[in-house]
């Protein structure tokens, strides 16, 4: 039996330039964080005595024969990729789904790494990162970028580069007083609403050619972040005005980011004491994130009444295997 354990991840700035259509032409930056709210993937080869050949168990449960009968795009394609047999799979997560913090590609790398593992074999975390791009926009043909699928693999608070067809991931050094200033100035609420991010992707990479200038200039703030997070004698509130700045710019890129809904809610957070923000992940739902000065929560907080408070740390692990119970595996021809 194999148990993995993979963080979601919370992007702050350059979302949208890690797209191969924008950063192959311009190349693309993004800065995020893993934290301390993650995906379990329980994998173990079925044992013998069922009419079924795999037992699958995420949101639904699912008992099929043949690998294609996998209505889950993603377990399937990745079964079918790494010559998966006879297996019991259970997902769990810390968070639900469709909430714009990377779970389903966390999901993936996780899979993987779960995987690998009951095969006896070692995936490093380029190689997953890789393997769940290529599982998730090219098998499963989803749209999206690659920055949830490198967080998840590497995780921590990083820097991801990204050049034509290639990428590198940076660990960004920060005193660990002033990364867990940065911590404590976050606020995360769950708005309630959940959505496909394929579908917000979709319709945002249909405008993406009439957006270049805001993606550029959303691309240009990845730098600056990056100076207020290492220059120690930089205002770290300012990491909050940026964000604010980045996030208006992003409303521009499609008309499925946001929600009047949500816009209401952000302003009503920063009337009451926060410098920025943003909507994680692709948009239209899921998870408020908010920088807010430590005096000034309490009145932020009471503002969102109503809004689930989800409190969180840092985490600097990425994807890992927690349990590992080698098995004997004979394919179920070889039984009959």
């Known amino acids: 039996m194999i148990i993995t354990k993979t963080p979601f991840r919370m992007s702050f700035f350059g979302g949208g330039t890690d797209m191969p259509q924008f950063f192959n032409r311009h190349g693309g930056a993004v800065i995020s964080t893993t934290f301390d709210k993650y995906c379990y993937v329980n994998v173990r080869h079925l044992p013998p005595f069922f009419d079924y050949h795999t037992e699958l168990s995420y949101s ?3 008992r099929v024969t043949a690998v294609e009968d996998i209505q889950h795009p993603a377990i399937r394609e990745a079964m079918k990729f790494l010559h998966m047999y006879d297996i019991r799979l259970t997902y769990e997560a810390d968070l639900p789904a469709r909430t714009g913090l990377g779970t389903s590609s966390s999901f993936a790398v996780g899979m993987l790494n779960a995987f690998y593992a009951l095969k006896g074999k070692y995936a490093d975390k380029k190689k997953l990162a890789d393997e769940a791009i290529y599982l998730e926009r090219e098998l499963c043909q989803e749209a999206g970028g690659w920055q949830d699928q490198i967080a998840a693999s590497f995780g921590g608070l990083n820097r991801i580069n990204f050049h034509e067809n290639g990428y590198e991931v940076l660990p960004i050094i920060i005193s660990p007083e002033r990364k867990q200033r940065l911590n404590d100035n976050l606020l995360l609420f769950f708005t309630g609403f959940t959505r496909f991010s394929s579908e917000i992707q979709q319709s945002t990479e249909q405008t993406m050619k009439d957006k270049t200038a805001q ?31 980045s996030w208006r710019l992003k409303k521009q890129t499609g008309s499925k980011i946001s929600t009047g809904s949500i816009d209401a809610l952000y302003e009503q957070a920063l009337a ?65």
């Open 272 to 336: 009451a004491g926060a410098l920025g923000g943003k909507l994680l992940g692709a948009g239209g739902g899921g998870f408020l994130l908010f920088y807010v000065q430590p005096e000034r929560q309490g009145a932020v907080i009471q503002a969102m009444d109503g809004l689930m408070r989800v409190p969180f740390r840092f985490e600097d692990g990425g994807t890992r295997v927690i349990h590992y119970t080698p098995e004997t595996y004979i394919p179920r021809g070889e039984n009959e």
């Open 215 to 245: 993606l550029l200039e959303m691309l240009a703030l990845v730098d600056e972040a990056q100076q207020v997070l290492t220059d120690r004698s930089a205002d770290l509130d300012d990491f909050g005005r940026l964000l604010d700045r």
């Open 60 to 62: 639904r449960t699912e």
